[in-house]
């Protein structure tokens, strides 16, 4: 399976509490909610053709908590029936149980865990915000696609997907597309570690 990451981001790369002001006000984030003014059902729609390509879940312990909460109640949603039946994989240290049924508890060496779950037969295995996990996965080597959401705002503190000292990694574009509520939709597949070199040109 291929593994691809879908991301929210601001325009200053912050990845932190898209969804609402309280959904992760960690390292005391307060400016949480800033992709929701921008969805549109054209993005809805597309997000749907993104799911439909899911064979299995990847997700870290906060959103894998937060989904677990809400995503089994929204069962007139056309994404719950999916996300619910979905095998998901958590990954956390600190997680002995789940009851998201159908559940596995990624824990220790996890790029290992992930590069067999890769092995195994099917489409794709996607991670949903988890920007740690998507970080740690990066610098692997593990990730094949990158599907990012850029809200038009600057919200000026919160985690960024790319931190400074954070692995370098080569990107190639292969669609991108604008939706009518303002975001900026652009899909990347891995290349490796990037070369770097000087700039030739001309003045």
């Given at each position: 399976m291929k593994l691809v990451v879908q991301e929210f981001l601001?325009?200053?790369g912050v990845s932190q509490g898209p969804g609402a002001p309280d959904e992760d006000t960690s390292d005391g984030f307060e400016r949480g909610g800033w992709f929701v003014p921008h969805l549109d059902e054209e993005f809805e729609r597309l997000v749907g053709t993104w799911l439909a390509e899911a064979d299995a879940l990847l997700l870290g312990r906060r959103t894998y908590q937060n989904f677990?909460?809400?995503w089994p109640t929204m069962t007139d949603h056309p994404a719950a029936a999916v996300l619910n039946?979905?095998?998901k994989y958590v990954a956390s240290h600190s997680l002995t149980t789940a009851g998201w049924n159908p559940t596995t508890i990624l824990s220790g060496d996890v790029p290992a865990q992930v590069?067999?779950?890769?092995r195994?037969?099917?489409r794709e295995i996607q991670i949903h915000g988890s920007a740690r996990l998507a970080q740690s996965l990066l610098a692997a080597g593990l990730v094949d696609t990158l599907r990012l959401a850029i809200a038009p705002v600057v919200v000026g503190q919160g985690r960024r997907l790319f931190p400074d000292g954070g692995a370098p990694a080569g990107l190639r574009l292969t669609d991108h597309r604008t939706?009518?509520?303002g975001l900026s939709v652009h899909v990347f597949e891995a290349t490796g570690v990037p070369e770097f070199g000087t700039y030739g040109g001309g003045a």
């Amino acid at each position: 399976m291929k593994l691809v990451v879908q991301e929210f981001l601001t325009l200053d790369g912050v990845s932190q509490g898209p969804g609402a002001p309280d959904e992760d006000t960690s390292d005391g984030f307060e400016r949480g909610g800033w992709f929701v003014p921008h969805l549109d059902e054209e993005f809805e729609r597309l997000v749907g053709t993104w799911l439909a390509e899911a064979d299995a879940l990847l997700l870290g312990r906060r959103t894998y908590q937060n989904f677990a909460r809400d995503w089994p109640t929204m069962t007139d949603h056309p994404a719950a029936a999916v996300l619910n039946g979905l095998p998901k994989y958590v990954a956390s240290h600190s997680l002995t149980t789940a009851g998201w049924n159908p559940t596995t508890i990624l824990s220790g060496d996890v790029p290992a865990q992930v590069a067999e779950l890769k092995r195994l037969p099917g489409r794709e295995i996607q991670i949903h915000g988890s920007a740690r996990l998507a970080q740690s996965l990066l610098a692997a080597g593990l990730v094949d696609t990158l599907r990012l959401a850029i809200a038009p705002v600057v919200v000026g503190q919160g985690r960024r997907l790319f931190p400074d000292g954070g692995a370098p990694a080569g990107l190639r574009l292969t669609d991108h597309r604008t939706t009518p509520g303002g975001l900026s939709v652009h899909v990347f597949e891995a290349t490796g570690v990037p070369e770097f070199g000087t700039y030739g040109g001309g003045a």
